[in-house]
């Protein structure tokens, strides 16, 4: 069974960094989607970055600039690199993942994607 685990999360002040990790078990595909998402209270989850088997890599525009996603295939881990963090960017992250690399780009839609973690909450203070 596929599994995902955030971590890294916690709490900054704004202009700050902080680097969330997502780890994969079980997953087969060699052809994947892996996303994530964000959701702040009260409303929807957004997504903000994605990357593909092949490496291409997708940021929002609300965040380009600021994150950066990447993979390390040895380890099965995506990365988020938060950077110059804002107090708006506080939220639950979350990474996803589906076994296709059609619609690996922003904007990301939460339906496209299968399997998901439960979050790792990033707050970000002025």
């Known amino acids: 069974q596929v599994q995902l685990l955030e971590s890294g999360g916690g709490s900054v002040q704004a202009g700050g960094s902080l680097r969330l990790s997502c780890a994969v078990s079980g997953y087969t595909y060699s052809t994947y989607c892996v996303a994530w998402f964000r959701q702040a209270p009260g409303k929807g989850r957004d997504g903000v970055a994605g990357?593909?088997?092949?490496?291409?890599?997708s940021v929002s525009d609300s965040v380009k600039g600021r994150f950066t996603i990447s993979k390390d295939n040895a380890k099965n881990i995506f990365y988020l690199q938060l950077s110059r963090l804002k107090r708006e960017d506080t939220a639950m992250y979350f990474c996803?993942?589906?076994?296709?690399?059609?619609?690996?780009?922003?904007?990301?839609?939460?339906?496209?994607?299968?399997?998901w973690g439960r979050g790792t909450q990033v707050t970000v203070s002025s």
């Open positions: 996803a993942a589906v076994g296709r690399t059609a619609g690996c780009w922003s904007p990301f839609f939460e339906d496209d994607f299968e399997h």
């Open positions: 990357i593909d088997s092949a490496g291409a890599t």
